[in-house]
């Protein structure tokens, strides 16, 4: 029989006398994780090939079941549907939220698109457009108790309503008197994904206490936003919208409908206004961990950091889109918008939480 080994202890009081603060603390995981990616690390490994990489493309403008699904179960990297929304339609819609984003501006109304990252919400290249903030942006606003006599998830949730009516509702013109309704892209892209997804799809509600007999209030289901030229970062920002392994019961998609695209000029940023996409496969807890250090980048606006994750991760999938195209993606994988100098690009957006054995596809 072989003894166990004895581990050394240190006495009681001299291990009490032991203590870290918390940059201590956070110092010695980060270089935890610095010394394991050295020795195990390999992201170029986790790059999915064949089928898993591939962007689809519908030509014919229709949100097919199929596609669905190898989206919604990491079995392709994006999906291009092309003409979703009618092309003229569409950039009729863009010119009049540019006059909206216009006239929200002189009056200091206008919104940023704030983008979570390690050091709290930070300003980014995109603005929006509505009756109410980003719920990410409403969240924080709560935690760091920047609103003072109202709840800001609250003032999210009343101007949801208030966005679905205005969007709706077309005002009338000098030579039309009466007002008119439209289908809003992001209508036609709930109502589209609700006959394709075999469980159906609809907007997600709030998470309300056990016992509270408060009806759940609908998420906004997405936001008008609005790129100007220039952007600050060139070559896109390149980010993720949650961390963690895929998972092919579940995931986070956000869905992209564009309403103009900012016109080539020659000498211009290559690819402006595209979609980069990596078709980044992290499947695992321990493939996470041991690239943690590079991956953690994905949601920080560091220009150092930014050159390293292109250099790391690779050719990325390039979606050109055109006026009225849908683009949905794993926004887990790694995307970014590249920027240009002139122009103005301009996107409806929501964020979709597919459950694939059978549950609904949530819409935020």
Not at 19 to 48: C, K, T, V
Not at 80 to 90: E, L, M, T
Not at 141 to 165: I, L, M, P, Q
Not at 229 to 255: N, Q, Y
Request: overall charge neutral.
């Amino acid at each position: 029989m072989i003894a166990p080994a004895r581990i050394p202890c240190l006495p009681r009081q001299q291990h009490r006398s032991i203590s870290f603060d918390q940059s201590s603390r956070n110092s010695a995981i980060q270089s935890f994780f610095q010394l394991l990616e050295e020795n195990y690390g390999n992201l170029s490994s986790l790059i999915d090939k064949g089928p898993a990489a591939e962007t689809i493309v519908a030509e014919d403008g229709v949100l097919h079941p199929h596609h669905l699904n190898r989206l919604f179960r990491h079995e392709a990297t994006a999906l291009h549907v092309k003409n979703f929304y009618h092309s003229q339609s569409a950039k009729r819609l863009g010119e009049e939220l540019i006059r909206e984003s216009v006239a929200r501006m002189k009056s200091g109304g206008s919104s940023n698109w704030k983008v979570s990252t390690s050091r709290g919400l930070e300003s980014s290249d995109v603005g929006t457009l509505g009756e109410h903030t980003p719920y990410n942006v409403a969240v924080a606003k709560d935690h760091y108790g920047t609103t003072e006599k109202h709840s800001a998830v609250n003032e999210y949730f009343e101007g949801v309503h208030r966005e679905f009516r205005s969007r709706r509702r077309q005002r009338s013109v000098e030579s039309d008197n009466s007002d008119y309704y439209q289908l809003w892209p992001l209508d036609k892209l709930r109502l589209e994904l609700e006959e394709s997804w075999p469980s159906g799809a609809g907007l997600a509600r709030e998470t309300t206490p056990k016992g509270d007999n408060t009806i759940p209030r609908p998420f906004g289901g997405g936001l008008p936003r609005i790129m100007y030229g220039p952007t600050r970062w060139k070559r896109g920002f390149i980010h993720v919208d949650e961390m963690g392994p895929l998972d092919e019961t579940k995931g986070l998609f956000s869905a992209n409908i564009y309403l103009t695209m900012p016109e080539e000029i020659e000498g211009g940023i290559n690819d402006a206004g595209s979609l980069y996409i990596w078709p980044l496969g992290v499947r695992s807890r321990w493939d996470w961990y041991r690239n943690a250090t590079t991956l953690s980048g994905l949601s920080a606006q560091d220009p150092e950091i930014q050159a390293l994750l292109h250099k790391k991760l690779g050719e990325p999938n390039i979606v050109r889109p055109e006026t009225g195209d849908l683009v949905l993606l794993c926004a887990q994988r790694p995307h970014c918008a590249v920027g240009f100098n002139e122009g103005i690009r301009r996107e409806s957006r929501l964020l979709l939480t597919p459950y694939v054995k059978g549950w609904s596809c949530d819409i935020k």
